[in-house]
């Protein structure tokens, strides 16, 4: 049923925010989980004109309608008029769209349109939750936590940055099948070793370089590594062939659909450090080596990757200080220790939260008096 249609629902559910699949997928997770809880509610989406997340959201069957909105952090001085400027105009698209679909509970997942939303709710006197996925929150959620009713966040590090009394640790929520993958993942017996590489869902042209560079390196070495590598669309081709030219045994495109699958065969993941992919890997006990972009607003990927390696379940490199030699050392040094690996998972394990999304789903039920 659409979540536009009039007439009476379990519960109804406006969830706001994207840009980003960390954005997306937390927010795809809950509201799933709502209609598995529930199956009655109606579920709608306010976000970004994002192509990516629209195609993803209508996939998933849930209505989505876009509002006129642009981030204010970090902009040059004709973006930053731009954006103040069309901020009146996201306030009364936002007022608009809750209007029509009357929610019981408007829910902020990140990212800039998650702004104008909220605050359209808050004026509107809607029971409002937002949800931080990251070690240091966005502009829009630091500014939206003074007023809303309720605040989920993913890592304890996060806490100092809210009022106490309405912050509560939920952690991220993951996808329905990535969690199926904690009870059928199964580790082959012999000496073979997955190797997965993941730059986000944009990809990350440096990480394509080093961990290409030195898997080469140490090919003959690595004898029986398979390699499956997300590379983003604009390196997906000569990656390939670097791999297949040295004869490393590989899977590698420009993003992978189905991540469960992905994360089934895997035994240690080189990755970026977003909030998304370490709830993931973490509910898989996945071990991991983190690179965290160097650009993210606040450092914020640095202080996630922190949280992870300080527990003993991965291993942190900053990209300015890390090379080809020194990273082939590393996962050579790792897939060649079963104990320390196993080790590792163990504590990675031991920070996933596999209920996020239930968390949540109560904690809106709630607000909302239900």
């Given at each position: ?160 940055f809210f009022p106490a ?113 370490l709830a993931e890997i ?89």
């Open positions: 049923m659409s979540a536009m249609t009039v007439g009476k629902h379990a519960f109804r559910l406006l969830l706001t925010g994207g840009g980003t699949g960390g954005h997306l997928f937390p927010a795809v997770a809950t509201a799933e989980k709502l209609v598995s809880r529930l199956p009655e509610s109606a579920i709608f989406f306010v976000g970004t004109g994002r192509w990516l997340d629209r195609q993803h959201l209508e996939r998933c069957g849930f209505a989505v309608r876009t509002i006129h909105s642009y981030g204010l952090k970090g902009k040059r001085p004709l973006e930053l008029l731009k954006a103040l400027a069309v901020l009146p105009v996201s306030l009364v698209e936002a007022c608009w769209q809750i209007l029509r679909f009357r929610p019981d509970v408007v829910c902020g997942v990140g990212g800039y349109v998650t702004g104008p939303v909220v605050a359209a709710a808050w004026l509107l006197r809607r029971p409002t939750v937002i949800h931080e996925q990251n070690s240091v929150p966005g502009l829009a959620n630091r500014q939206l936590g003074r007023f809303v009713d309720r605040i989920c966040i993913s890592l304890p590090d996060s806490a100092r009394g309405k912050t509560q640790l939920t952690g991220n929520p993951v996808r329905g099948p990535i969690l199926e993958v904690m009870q059928k993942r199964a580790r082959p017996a012999g000496n073979n070793r997955t190797l997965l590489i993941l730059g986000g869902s944009q990809g990350a042209h440096r990480v394509n370089e080093l961990v290409s560079e030195a898997l080469i390196t140490r090919a003959e070495s690595l004898g029986g590594l398979r390699v499956i590598h997300q590379t983003g669309a604009s390196d997906e081709a000569w990656v390939g062939q670097r791999y297949r030219q040295a004869g490393i045994d590989c899977q590698v495109a420009a993003f992978f659909n189905d991540m469960a699958d992905v994360y089934r065969q895997a035994d240690l993941v080189v990755s970026r450090a977003g909030a998304t992919t973490s509910v898989l006990g996945l071990p991991a080596i983190l690179i965290p972009y160097p650009h993210a607003a606040d450092d914020h990927q640095q202080r996630n990757a922190r949280w992870y390696a300080d527990s003993g379940g991965a291993v942190v490199f900053a990209e300015r200080e890390l090379t080809a030699e020194r990273l082939s050392e590393q996962i050579a040094a790792l897939l060649g220790d079963r104990h320390h690996l196993r080790q590792m998972s163990t504590a990675m394990a031991g920070l996933g939260i596999a209920d996020a999304a239930d968390r949540i789903v109560d904690i809106c039920l709630a607000v909302a008096g239900r």
